[in-house]
């Protein structure tokens, strides 16, 4: 049932991104993420309770002119599935990139994510269940999470570049209200640009 939520936030990732992909055109990028999670940076959250690693797809795409008056972000599709059966997810939303020098870049990302992970724990708290979970698993407290992520890069040449990436997932109680651990990630990326 695990891996059935995870194709499931996979496939309304890609859903919700086609009209980005419609709307934005040319594939620019394609990146494979490898990341840690639930690590503990900012002190905050449950920083631990999941583990394995995420192994990322993403899909960058040239940015749409009506974007210009923003800083002309990239739209892109995202997928995660996580190597321990625990939190996966899919989603799509907008990366800013600045270059600081001729090989080293910094971009920011933000977007909306599906996932399967843990929602709410049952009411009791005497539930097993719910002693359990709370336990091992991340509350996220929405089904739909803000995913804002800051990456410093290097440009490898024209056609590679390589990231050491951080994303954090929330609901920012905005999304929805309660509890809200939230979920760190990071790791490294590796990009492939077309058309260079």
């Known amino acids: 049932m695990k891996s059935s939520f995870a194709y499931l936030a996979l496939f309304t990732a890609l859903v919700l991104g086609a009209p980005v992909s419609a709307i934005s055109g040319e594939l620019e990028e394609m990146r494979l993420n490898v990341l840690v999670h639930d690590v503990n940076i900012t002190g905050n959250g ?63 990302g933000l977007g909306l994510v599906v996932h399967d992970g843990v929602v709410h724990l049952p009411a009791d708290p005497a539930d097993p269940k719910r002693i359990r979970l709370d336990a091992t698993r991340v509350v996220l407290g929405s089904r739909v999470l803000f995913r804002p992520t800051f ?46």
């Open 46 to 108: 449950a920083g631990g309770k999941e583990g394995g690693a995420d192994i990322q797809g993403e899909l960058v795409f040239s940015s749409p002119s009506f974007l210009s008056w923003a800083g002309s972000p990239r739209p892109y599709l995202n997928g995660s599935l996580n190597t321990s059966g625990e939190t996966s997810f899919g989603g799509a939303g907008l990366a800013w990139q600045q270059n600081f020098t001729s090989a080293i870049y910094g971009e920011f």
């Open 151 to 196: 990456v410093l890069g290097l440009h490898l040449n024209k056609q590679w570049d390589a990231a050491f990436v951080f994303e954090h997932l929330s609901h920012g109680q905005i999304l929805a209200s309660g509890r809200n651990e939230g979920l760190d990630n990071l790791g490294v990326r590796l990009s492939y640009k077309f058309g260079h």
